[in-house]
């Protein structure tokens, strides 16, 4: 074995433990879309949520008319992680959907490569917030139609009619309840992600 051996097998054995790349991509949309179930359907670990009760004086100001049995809502952030491959590691921040706490979203997206809009087609004024976010601040974004009951009330590309999204912007269909599902809408934002940075 010659002097330099020892040291080639000791980087080699470094390469082969090295922790994945850790990649931020952001969950956004309106109030009850689903982020917060999203994150929660995915993420390897206890997702880390800021829920607290709907009360009587937030119920006069976000509409529940979609969502009656919706009791809590995001008043911070949601936080959870998957591991895709040995080499990569998603970390989801879940913004909250309200714009009264609209003053979190910068604090939450810096570092992000990327996003996953969720959009309820029986109300998608609710996302046009989030949209322009991300479309002023240049960050890749895909638009998640989320299947509630099992079905979408807007064809995909009425949806990106409705929401004046370019054509380079995914609109994908994924329901937030299923793990393989919301896996692909986010492999999706990844892929964008990866075609900006080799761009």
Same mark, same amino acid.
């Given at each position: 074995?010659?002097?330099?051996?020892?040291?080639?097998?000791?980087?080699? +054995?470094?390469?082969?433990?090295?922790?994945?790349?850790?990649?931020?991509?952001?969950?956004?949309?309106?109030?009850?879309?689903?982020?917060?179930?999203?994150?929660?359907?995915?993420?390897?670990?206890?997702?880390?949520?800021?829920?607290? +009760?709907?009360?009587?004086? +937030?119920?006069?100001?976000?509409?529940?008319?979609?969502?009656?049995?919706?009791?809590?809502?995001?008043?911070?952030?949601?936080?959870?992680?998957?591991?895709?491959?040995?080499?990569?590691?998603?970390?989801?921040?879940?913004?909250?959907?309200?714009? $009264?706490?609209?003053?979190?979203?910068?604090?939450?997206?810096?570092?992000?490569?990327?996003?996953?809009?969720?959009?309820?087609?029986? $109300?998608?004024?609710?996302?046009?917030?989030?949209?322009?976010?991300?479309?002023? $601040?240049?960050?890749?974004?895909?638009?998640?139609?989320?299947?509630?009951?099992?079905?979408?009330?807007?064809?995909?590309?009425?949806? $990106?009619w409705a929401l004046d999204v370019a054509e380079h912007v995914p609109v994908v269909v994924f329901d937030a309840r299923e793990r393989g599902s919301v896996r692909d809408a986010l492999l999706v934002v990844l892929e964008l992600a990866l075609a900006r940075t080799e761009g």
């Open positions: 074995m010659t002097p330099t051996e020892p040291l080639a097998v000791g980087v080699a +054995a470094q390469s082969a433990v090295r922790p994945p790349l850790p990649v931020k991509l952001v969950i956004a949309g309106g109030f009850g879309v689903g982020k917060t179930t999203t994150v929660g359907s995915i993420s390897e670990i206890e997702p880390l949520t800021t829920e607290a +009760a709907i009360t009587e004086v +937030a119920a006069g100001v976000d509409d529940l008319s979609h969502t009656p049995r919706k009791t809590t809502t995001t008043v911070a952030m949601d936080f959870g992680c998957i591991t895709i491959d040995p080499t990569l590691k998603l970390y989801l921040f879940g913004t909250p959907g309200q714009d $009264r706490f609209g003053f979190m979203w910068d604090d939450i997206v810096e570092g992000a490569v990327g996003a996953l809009v969720i959009v309820d087609t029986r $109300r998608l004024d609710d996302c046009y917030a989030a949209v322009d976010y991300f479309e002023h $601040r240049q960050i890749p974004f895909a638009v998640a139609v989320n299947a509630f009951d099992g079905k979408v009330e807007h064809a995909l590309e009425e949806v $990106r």
